[in-house]
């Protein structure tokens, strides 16, 4: 199985802050890469698919980049609603696997 | 836009087969799109159960393959995930999801289903 990582596992922002999250893959899965967000109690919710394309619906704030092994999810300017926990997914091969989560809190 | 729900017990004891249904709302089963299964263990992260195609290939977790059954009901627009032998560690909210072979886009709400006797 692929192993998926992420840095860091929590980290403390403030609203307007540029804030990015790193996922790493234990071998390379090209741009077969996957971002959610997860609200508490909430399903998790898609914000970028291949690695950089921005899924319909979702601010423009959220940008993702890389391929190979390393990977990006960067936004722009925090807003309140975004202080929640973050995954990144491979679908390079079956199992699809997922991160283990960033928590992003208010500072 | 299409919609998901799932349903089933949320109360399952060990050792026997936890089954749930996924219906789908506001798209033909049979018009394409994936359709997956995603569990989530109390505070724990994700863990991809397996998807299928709505001709009825099927993709499951390697981890899970022997206790899994995903399928697809054409007639009802729906379909399922069976999943034997549970025991406590199978306790999880389990998603149903649709979408592309690479993502997923669109989520149900989820349902929690407890392992106990």
């Known amino acids: 199985d692929i192993q998926m990582t992420q840095s860091p596992s929590s980290l403390s922002a403030s609203v307007g802050d540029r804030v990015t999250i790193t996922c790493r893959a234990s071998?390379?899965?090209?741009?077969?890469l996957n971002w959610y967000h997860q609200k508490p109690g909430k399903a998790p919710k898609l914000l970028i698919y291949?690695?950089?394309s921005l899924q319909t619906g979702v601010p423009s704030r959220f940008s993702g980049s890389g391929s190979g092994t390393d990977f990006t999810l960067t936004i722009s300017s925090l807003q309140v609603e975004d202080f929640t926990t973050y995954y990144c997914?491979?679908?390079?091969?079956?199992?699809?696997?997922f991160g283990p989560g960033t928590k992003v809190d208010i500072k | 836009q299409v919609q998901l729900q799932e349903s089933g017990p949320g109360l399952v004891k060990p050792s026997e087969t936890l089954s749930l249904t996924c219906t789908v709302s506001?798209?033909?089963?049979?018009?394409?799109?994936?359709w997956g299964w995603i569990r989530q263990p109390p505070g724990k992260g994700l863990e991809w159960i397996g998807s299928?195609?709505?001709?009825?290939?099927?993709y499951y977790n390697p981890s899970l393959k022997s206790r899994v059954t995903i399928s697809v009901d054409t007639s009802k627009n729906q379909f399922s995930l069976k999943l034997s032998s549970v025991t406590a560690a199978d306790t999880a909210v389990y998603y149903c999801?649709?979408?592309?072979?690479?993502?997923?886009?669109?989520w149900g709400e989820g349902t929690t289903v407890t392992v106990s006797s």
């Open positions: 999801a649709a979408g592309k072979y690479y993502y997923m886009d669109v």
């Open positions: 506001a798209y033909s089963i049979s018009s394409g799109y994936y």
């Open positions: 299928i195609y709505h001709s009825g290939n099927t």
């Open positions: 071998q390379s899965i090209s741009s077969y």
């Open positions: 291949a690695a950089s």
């Open positions: 997914q491979q679908t390079y091969s079956t199992p699809f696997t």
